[in-house]
Every structure is written in C-alpha cells, then in structure tokens.
C-alpha cells in the first residue's frame, strides 16, 4: 500500500511537471494576454474566450479599435465553428469580439447575460418571442450571413422509404406553419411556460389537421437538439405520427447539432426538426451553398445528405435564424441598427 | 492517440481557453469553496464532536446535504444570482461546491473528535484542564488526521465536480468536456476528463502529503488516516 502511494506520488509529479513544464514554455505571452483580456471580471473563473481572429491583417484593425472589439460576445458553445455564427460575423462582416462567452442555444443563460450585461451582444433565434417581450434590439442582418433557414424535417432515407406515408403526414405540418404560427408556439413554451405537448396538442387540433386513422404501423424514434422550439416542433412531428397509427420514441433535447447529426446517421433516432440552411452549411464546411432561396437550398440540402442516408422533406413558410441581438442600452450607447455597425470603429 | 495529438497541440496550451489558463482557473476555484466549506463546517463538526451535543441534528443534516445533487443546485443557484446581479457563471457553481464540500468536513471532524479515547479526555480533565485546553491540546491533534481526511475527501470531489461549472458558462476544466460534447469534439472532451481526473489525484497527493507533515508524533504511519486507535499512543504534551 504505501509503496503503491509512493509510485502514484511520483507519477502525479512528473505528470504535474510536465504539464507546466510545457505550459510554461509554450505560452509566457498567451498567459500575460489573458490577464489583460478580462480587466472588468473580477470574478476568479470566467470562461469568455478571447476570439481569435482567421485574417491577422484583419485583426490588427478588428482587435483594436471597433465597436465589436469592446463587446463581449455570448451563444453556444459550438458557435465559434459554425458558419452563420462567430465564423461568418468575422468573414463577412470584419467583426472580432472582446471575448466570446460560451452559454446555451438562445435559452435562458444568454437572456440573463444580456439583461446582467455579463454579454454585451447575443445569439438568440430571430423566432424567439423573448426579444420582444425583453426588448432586446436584434440587430439587421445587412449583409445577409443567415440564408433561408426555413423548418422542415429531416428524415432517415431507410425510414421513409419503409413508410412512405410519413411524408404526406408531416408535410401536412410543414404547409399550415407560417411565421406567425410559429411565433405563437414559441410564446406559449417560452413565455407563457406551457408544457411543449400541450401547446403542440391544440396546435395541431386548431390548424384542421385530420387524423387519417391506421395502426400498428411502426415505431420511430423522433429526436430534437436543445432549444425549446425543437420540443415543439419534435412534439408536432410525433403527436401526427401517433394521431395515425404509429407508435413513437422521443429523444430530445440531445444536444447541438454536432450530436444529433451522428445520432441520425448511425439510426439512432429516425427523423427530427431542422433549419435548411444552418444544416447545408454544416454538412459543406460553411462553404456558402446556401442562398436565400428556400427552393434551392432544400435542393442542395437534399443532394448532401443523400450519401448520409437522410432525406430532408417538404419545408415551411416559417424561419428562424441566428439573431444577433443587443439591449436597447448598448444599441443607443454605440448607435447600432446593423450587424455591419459593429464593425465601425469605436467612438 | 487523438487525445495525446490534442494535448500535444501547443494551441491548446495558450490564451484564454488554453490548458493552464483552465487548470487555473479548476484550482482556484476548487480551493476557494473548500476553504469557504472548512471555515463553515470545521468550526460545527468541531463543536458538535467535543460537546457531543447535537450530533443527531447535524449528522441527519450532513446526510441530507450528500443526498443534494450538485447539478441540480447549480441550476437553482442561477436565478437567484441573476436576481442579486452576480455573475451567474461564477458564484451558483461555487456555491453548489461549498454545500457539496460541507458534509464530508463535519462528519469527520465529529467523527475525529469523537474517536478520542475518553479514558484520555477524562485524564486530561482530571489533570485540570479547561474545555478549550482539551479540545486544543487533546483533542483536536490526536483528530487532526481524520479532520485531514474529511477535507481531502471534499476537495477531491470538489475538483471532480466543478467540471459542472461549464454548463453555465463558467471556465475551467469543465470547459473542454462541456465544449467537446457541444462540438463532438471527442479529443476535447477526453483530454478535459483526463486533466480533471489528473488534477483529482494530484489533490489527493497533496493532501496525503500534509497530513504526513502534521501526523501528531508517536502515530505510525498506518494509523493515521483510518479508524482512530489510540491505544498505546503517547500524548507529547502541548505543542504538539
């Protein structure tokens, strides 16, 4: 026993040593940078991170003097690798935050960072009634980074082709979820905290959608990623699969796109809610395929998930995309109407 | 090996989000909630030990906080610190780490104190000793290593749970796992467990390490840390 503890006492050491060791060499600049990075956090374990910029020429006016380098920048914590977030603000628009504070997909967490001034700019959705109801200014999206992020439901090929009547049933949601529609289902989750199946329940008997009968057709697991309107919208998908005659698993709230995706392709889970050009931009590395057309995003979207054994259905009127919303305060203080306005230099 | 690549990524060691940053941020905060824990609880295990009163009351009490999940705490804690304008990311972790870091301080401090051969608090007090004198004098040395170990009980869970911290935007080790998983970013979130579970044992060490430095004298080794047996032990007067 107590030669054991001396093994593990020695091995802990040299690992220990190690460590800083290699900290120590590798970043007697990047520690100093850090200190300075923060100054009003006073608070002993803030995670913000100071954004690296992809351009150095780009940094070297970004970082010191515009609007968005004074800003402390709050969303998920996948946004710095995705293209219509932190990736895309720097490409198309030159912007580079203070810090970037990793919290949740446009939940709570990034609500209360905004109000308590924790974040000074936000990822919220742009169909999330919290904007309104806390008065946030979302800022305009001048130069058109989000691409038509319209809802539809993307489905395993292997499923649908086992029943094929799936399609009809969910397309029938897709064709009455209009915008206002969809404004008002997230209200009622997020604002009025109704529970997502009773809102999804009423919606469904309201809209006229007619339960054409049938049983024992199957089970199929209906997944979701992590942020209330998925709930509604995975609820919608698996109440009309229930309404005509199958049986339904649900798993949501699974997380960020990065685990619902591999969920889907290794048959997981079977079918869930997605936004056309978010998921082409996934699947090509933000390599720009999606446009604002709906149309042919759906049709490029369909071609990459093909060879992932996925197919996308018929999608809806209603959108929702990465809104990048500041308080009212912070919009008079810097006069920011556009997204472009952060990149101005800073007064 | 993935993980060994990222680890080995000197990207990884430097700014904000780099490897040593997290680590100290881990530590930091690790130590201060089991200092705010031991300034709480050492004093109530301790008077509850050498009284003997209330060990009912506080033992239930102790059990009840083990059975608190501190995911659930954390979460709790967040609206009430966005209510009182403290950072949210900062102050429900720490707190959810105090309560976890509390039970197991006072139930060995009772436990330590309570393990003293009565025969020599008898003797000490026949020989004219105050309450204070023997708690100080006796008590409190020959308990020490049992108190030691109630702390380092706490500290490495402590470092093992903080990683919960991420979920509400803290930093820290927890970081790389929160984000790793956030971003099926698997090296990520595996060398985050890996430096976690390093950084728990290395606790642990030093804590070992201490208790070795203030074993009371005439305690062999073996005996320090498990049940108290104090037959046969000499009590080296005060100083000790």
């Not at chain 2, 003997?52 to 009490?61: W, Y």
Request: proline residues 6%.
């Amino acid at each position: 026993m107590r030669l054991f503890r001396i093994i593990a006492l020695g091995a802990s050491t040299l690992v220990l040593a190690g460590a800083c060791g290699a900290g120590g060499s590798a970043t007697p600049t990047a520690t100093a940078a850090s200190a300075s990075a923060q100054p009003s956090q006073a608070a002993p374990a803030a995670a913000s991170v100071a954004v690296q910029p992809a351009h150095p020429s780009a940094a070297a006016s970004a970082a010191t003097d515009t609007i968005a380098s004074r800003l402390a920048f709050g969303g998920p914590p996948e946004c710095p690798q995705r293209p219509f977030c932190l990736i895309g603000l720097q490409k198309v628009y030159g912007v580079t935050f203070k810090s970037f504070v990793p919290l949740d997909a446009g939940g709570p967490l990034t609500v209360a960072a905004l109000e308590t001034g924790k974040v000074q700019v936000g990822l919220l959705f742009t169909s999330d009634p919290s904007i309104q109801v806390d008065g946030f200014v979302l800022l305009h999206d001048d130069k058109h980074l989000q691409a038509s992020d319209n809802i539809a439901p993307v489905i395993r090929t292997a499923v649908l082709q086992a029943h094929p009547d799936i399609a009809a049933l969910l397309d029938e949601i897709s064709e009455k979820l209009t915008q206002a529609q969809l404004t008002s289902l997230n209200t009622q989750v997020t604002v009025d905290k109704m529970d997502p199946s009773d809102v999804a329940r009423a919606w469904l008997q309201q809209s006229g959608i007619v339960p054409t009968g049938g049983s024992h057709k199957g089970n199929i697991v209906v997944g979701s990623t992590n942020f209330s309107e998925q709930l509604v919208l995975a609820e919608l998908y698996a109440q009309q699969l229930e309404a005509n005659g199958y049986s339904v698993t649900r798993k949501f709230n699974l997380g960020s796109r990065e685990v619902v995706q591999p969920a889907i392709q290794s048959g997981q889970i079977d079918l869930y809610p997605e936004y056309l050009a978010s998921l082409t931009e996934y699947l090509d590395n933000g390599s720009g395929l999606a446009t604002t057309d709906p149309a042919k995003t759906s049709a490029v979207l369909a071609r990459l998930l093909k060879p992932k054994g996925e197919s996308v259905l018929a999608f809806a009127p209603a959108t929702d995309e990465n809104g990048f919303v500041v308080t009212k305060a912070t919009a008079q203080q810097y006069g920011l109407v556009n997204v472009s306005d952060l990149a101005k230099p800073a007064p | 090996m993935q993980v060994v690549a990222w680890l080995a990524d000197p990207a990884h060691w430097q700014g904000t989000d780099g490897i040593p940053v997290r680590i100290l941020e881990h530590v930091e905060a690790s130590g201060l909630s089991v200092l705010a824990a031991a300034v709480i609880a050492l004093p109530i295990g301790l008077a509850v030990g050498h009284s003997g009163r209330g060990a009912f009351v506080i033992g239930s009490l102790a059990n009840l906080g083990r059975a608190l999940p501190s995911f659930a705490l954390l979460l709790m804690l967040i609206p009430v610190a966005v209510n009182l304008r403290l950072d949210f990311s900062t102050w429900p972790i720490l707190g959810a780490m105090v309560l976890l870091a509390i039970p197991p301080m006072i139930t060995n401090a009772h436990a330590g104190l309570r393990g003293v051969d009565r025969d020599l608090v008898e003797a000490a007090r026949g020989m004219g000793m105050s309450g204070p004198q023997v708690l100080l004098r006796l008590e409190l040395p020959l308990a020490l290593p049992v108190i030691l170990t109630g702390v380092r009980l706490a500290a490495v869970q402590v470092v093992a749970t903080y990683t919960l911290g991420a979920v509400a935007g803290g930093g820290g080790l927890g970081r790389y796992i929160y984000d790793g998983f956030a971003r099926q970013d698997t090296p990520r979130m595996l060398a985050g467990a890996g430096l976690v579970a390093l950084l728990a044992i290395a606790t642990d060490v030093v804590f070992e390490l201490v208790a070795r430095i203030t074993a009371p004298h005439g305690l062999a080794a073996g005996e320090r840390s498990g049940g108290m047996e104090p037959t046969g032990v000499a009590i080296s007067g005060p100083g000790v």
